[in-house]
T-cell receptor, first 112, second 116 residues
Framework: LAKTTQPISMDSYEGQEVNITCSHN???????ITWYQQFPSQGPRFIIQ???TKVTNEVASLFIPADRKSSTLSLPRVSLSDTAVYYC?????????????FGSGTRLQVQP | EADIYQTPRYLVIGTGKKITLECSQT?????MYWYQQDPGMELHLIHY???????EKGDLSSESTVSRIRTEHFPLTLESARPSHTSQYLC???????????????FGEGSRLTVL
């Protein structure tokens, strides 16, 4: 599974846009990029997934450059409730016998 | 969404006891995982399964064992608990969802184990 690298922590203020970048230099052709959010004492939950270019849903956008060696999660107008740890996960989940390994994650702290 | 249940949510036991953490899911997903996570730290994969009678060890060495006799259940067992086993254990499944994605991980609420 492709190893991922993210910033350990980020700080922001309410209403700002937050961009978290994940590096995955050895991503495989079939791999997708998925981002998860985790609150304390809870399991991670799905935010967004993409393969290339840009994906947007009701909570976030995901930007993936042409070489796919990195990806950026964009959270528009964050609120205090967005304070959490964000993980990017790279892999092809539908088939194959590879494990799904999380990286260190990025701890986002949103201030009032 | 997948329904995945973990029991117990909290467990405090003494050293040397045998414990089993239960994980059940109702979505019929073939792939299931156990992660270990200490407070404020990253998730470590300790076991996974791609279907009935299939189990593999994850990246982090663990003294626990798992079994997959039925699709719905993926219990984790510690034969003799020690204080070093104190941690949160998260179970997850991977499968299709209502979203158009290549698989999605669904996590349970976790089992927080404290060994005295």
């Amino acid at each position: 599974l492709a190893k991922t690298t993210q910033p350990i922590s980020m700080d922001s203020y309410e209403g700002q846009e937050v961009n978290i970048t994940c590096s995955h230099n050895n991503i495989a052709t079939n791999d997708y990029i998925t981002w998860y959010q985790q609150f304390p004492s809870q399991g991670p939950r799905f935010i967004i997934q993409g393969y290339k270019t840009k994906v947007t849903n009701e909570v976030a956008s995901l930007f993936i450059p042409a070489d796919r060696k990195s990806s950026t999660l964009s959270l528009p107008r964050v609120s205090l409730s967005d304070t959490a740890v964000y993980y990017c996960l790279v892999g092809y989940m539908d088939t194959g016998r590879r494990a799904l390994t999380f990286g260190s994650g990025t701890r986002l702290q949103v201030q009032p | 969404e997948a329904d995945i249940y973990q029991t117990p949510r909290y467990l405090v036991i003494g050293t040397g006891k045998k414990i089993t953490l239960e994980c059940s899911q109702t979505m019929g997903h073939d792939k299931m995982y156990w992660y270990q996570q200490d407070p404020g730290m990253e998730l470590h994969l300790i076991h996974y399964s791609y279907g009935v009678n299939s189990t593999e060890k994850g990246d982090l060495s663990s003294e626990s064992t798992v079994s997959r006799i039925r699709t719905e259940h993926f219990p984790l067992t510690l034969e003799s608990a020690r204080p070093s086993h104190t941690s949160q254990y998260l179970c997850a499944t991977c499968g299709t969802s209502g979203r158009e994605v290549s698989g999605e991980l669904f996590f349970g609420e976790g089992s927080r184990l404290t060994v005295l």
